[in-house]
Nanobody, 124 residues
């Protein structure tokens, strides 16, 4: 069973930065497509960024393109989300997800495993 544990969330002022980490265990991490999603209060979970098994391909939601960077370290079984120029509308619980396929995907239902989430709050 794959387990995903997120960390790095917190409270930051608008314009600031945070780096989220997601540590994976119990599976073949270096064969999985990985992604970050987020869910704000009263809203549906939405795609943020994804990365292929090798890190060679990345995908971003338009709302975060140019501000967020997804990366992975297969030696550490960890995926990261560097978030810069944060805005109040980035406030949400951020979830890490893994799919048993080599590429990333925008679709929530294509991911097999999910973490518990980490809260990110951006104050204005």
């Amino acid at each position: 069973q794959v387990q995903l544990v997120e960390s790095g969330g917190g409270l930051v002022q608008a314009g600031g930065s945070l780096r989220l980490s997601c540590a994976a265990s119990g599976g073949a991490f270096n064969t999985y497509g990985m992604a970050w999603f987020r869910q704000a209060p009263g809203k549906e979970r939405e795609f943020v960024a994804a990365v292929s098994w090798s890190g060679g391909s990345t995908y971003y939601a338009d709302s975060v393109k140019g501000r967020f960077t997804i990366s992975r370290d297969n030696a550490k079984n960890t995926v990261y989300l560097q978030m810069n120029s944060l805005k109040p509308e980035d406030t949400a619980v951020y979830y890490c997800a893994a799919r048993t396929y080599y590429s990333g995907s925008y679709a929530t239902n294509e991911y097999n495993y999910w973490g518990q989430g980490t809260q990110v709050t951006v104050s204005s």
